[in-house]
């Protein structure tokens, strides 16, 4: 779009969505590339912008992976980065006329921030109508219903993920190098979602996994992928719709 383009599209709808999809830089195991998050975060912003009027960003792709550190090929922001450069983003947006910034967040880890700035932007600019859906957790919800991996075998570059990757981009997936592995977590402690929903837990993905995958990615199929997208869209959109 042109800037006169941009202009235009505003002026004619005050209702129109600036949608940002955010992602990261980070390891996915052997089988998945590192752009793994921003893949799916933009194809869920892509989809989800054909539903509405709205103008479709693009792609943020690094965050706050931090967790990742070691393993050859992440790159991450500080937590202090992240929200200023989000902040400044929904700020231009803002200063462009734009009343509705939609956040499709591709990489669980950066949720925690995300939830904390959008209240701080709020609080300077009340006007603004402001949401963030971290794709993970939504398509989690329907991931319980289908899932073929057992307890705590879930976590990164898992089947949940990989299955979105190969209905997405089965070209950049290599299932030939997929490996599972169980975090080395202590006893009570995972990352499904009822134990997260108990304690937060500090860790490093080098501490628990040399692969770098936490589950088993061998479960995933396209099909399981292509459920969990559709889900991931139909929710979003029911709630963001008018």
Do not use: C
């Not at 943020?60 to 980065?81: C, D, K, N, R």
């Not at 603004?128 to 993970?136: G, Q, R």
């Not at 899932?147 to 570059?157: D, E, M, T």
């Amino acid at each position: 779009m042109s800037w006169t383009a941009v202009e235009e599209a505003v002026s004619k709808n005050p209702k129109l969505k600036a949608i940002l999809p955010i992602g990261s830089l980070e390891q996915h195991g052997p089988h998945l590339p590192l752009s793994t998050d921003s893949v799916i975060g933009e194809q869920i912003a892509l989809r989800i912008s054909s539903q509405f009027p709205s103008v479709l960003l693009p792609t943020l792709p690094i965050g706050y992976s931090l967790e990742h550190a070691g393993f050859p090929g992440t790159v991450s922001f500080t937590m202090q980065t992240f929200s200023s450069i989000f902040t400044e983003i929904v700020e231009g947006l803002f200063d462009n006329g734009f009343k509705t910034v939609v956040a499709i967040n591709g990489h669980g880890g950066n949720r925690a921030i995300l939830d904390s700035t959008l209240t701080s932007i709020k609080h300077a600019h009340p006007a603004l109508n402001l949401f963030s859906f971290t794709v993970i957790d939504i398509a989690g919800i329907k991931f319980r219903e289908i899932r073929q991996s057992p307890r705590k075998l879930i976590g990164h570059a898992d089947e949940l993920e990989t299955s979105m990757m190969l209905a997405i981009r089965h070209d950049l997936v290599q299932m030939s190098k997929a490996v599972t592995e169980e975090p080395n977590f202590p006893p009570g402690i995972s990352l499904e979602s009822e134990d997260l929903a108990k304690v937060t837990y500090a860790w490093k993905t080098k501490e628990i996994t040399e692969s770098g995958t936490i589950g088993n990615p061998n479960f995933a199929s396209p099909e399981i992928g292509r459920l969990l997208l559709d889900y991931v869209v139909e929710t979003i959109s029911s709630i963001i719709g008018d």
